[in-house]
């Protein structure tokens, strides 16, 4: 069973940072996709960032482009998130999915594993 297990959440005065993992045990039998979801309270889930299996193909939210970072480290079965010029509205449910579609997409409907999520809350 493939699972994925967010960490590095907390709380952070804005203008802060924080870099969150997501650690995969038993991986998926492909090459996948690796992307960042939040949600906000009252709000859907929405797209952060995502990182194909190589890492040659990365895509950003425009609300997060120039603050945050999407890396992996193929070798420890980790992706990361760094989160840099942190805001309030950043405060959510961060969670990490793993994609087996061969794409590297933006839509939830894209992401076939997801990791149970870890709370970042971004004070003023």
């Known amino acids: 069973q493939v699972r994925l297990v967010e960490s590095g959440g907390g709380l952070v005065q804005a203008g802060g940072s924080l870099r969150l993992s997501c650690a995969i045990s038993?991986?998926?039998?492909?090459?996948?996709?690796m992307g960042w979801f939040r949600q906000a309270p009252g709000k859907e889930r929405e797209f952060v960032a995502t990182?194909?299996?190589?890492?040659?193909?990365?895509r950003y939210a425009d609300s997060v482009k120039g603050r945050f970072t999407i890396s992996r480290v193929n070798a420890k079965n980790t992706v990361y998130l760094q989160m840099n010029s942190l805001k309030p509205e950043d405060t959510a449910v961060y969670y990490c999915?793993?994609?087996?579609?061969?794409?590297?997409?933006?839509?939830?409907?894209?992401?076939?594993?997801w990791g149970l999520g870890t709370q970042v809350t971004v004070s003023s």
């Open positions: 990182i194909n299996w190589s890492g040659a193909i990365i």
């Open positions: 038993k991986r998926p039998d492909s090459e996948y996709a």
């Open positions: 999915a793993a994609s087996t579609y061969g794409t590297v997409g933006t839509n939830r409907g894209e992401y076939d594993y």
